[in-house]
């Protein structure tokens, strides 16, 4: 049986987590930011649309406080092969 030192075990999340990090490029998912200053959903599911064909448009809380979040248009759509 492997014996995985505490050293090991960090090295291991910080590949997986830089892997999980790398954008999809071939087929898969891809996501932009459309509209980074505001976000009106119609308009965001329009905009995505339009520019991708896809009815990804969402959107993402970027900050802000608790009591007042700001919003951004972000649109997921299949990527290019």
């Known amino acids: 049986m492997a ?3 505490p ?3 960090v090295i291991l999340i910080l590949l997986f987590t830089v892997i999980s990090k790398v954008p999809q490029t071939e087929g898969g998912r891809c996501q ?3 509209d ?3 976000c009106v959903l119609s308009d965001c599911k329009k905009m995505c649309y339009q520019k991708h064909q896809s009815m990804g ?3 993402v ?3 802000g406080t608790p009591a007042q979040p ?3 248009c972000v649109c997921v759509y299949d990527c290019p092969l």
């Open 3 to 5: 014996k995985f030192t």
């Open 70 to 72: 700001t919003y951004k």
């Open 61 to 63: 809380e970027k900050g």
């Open 32 to 34: 932009e930011v459309l």
């Open 57 to 59: 448009g969402q959107c």
């Open 7 to 9: 050293s090991a075990v």
């Open 36 to 38: 980074p200053s505001d």
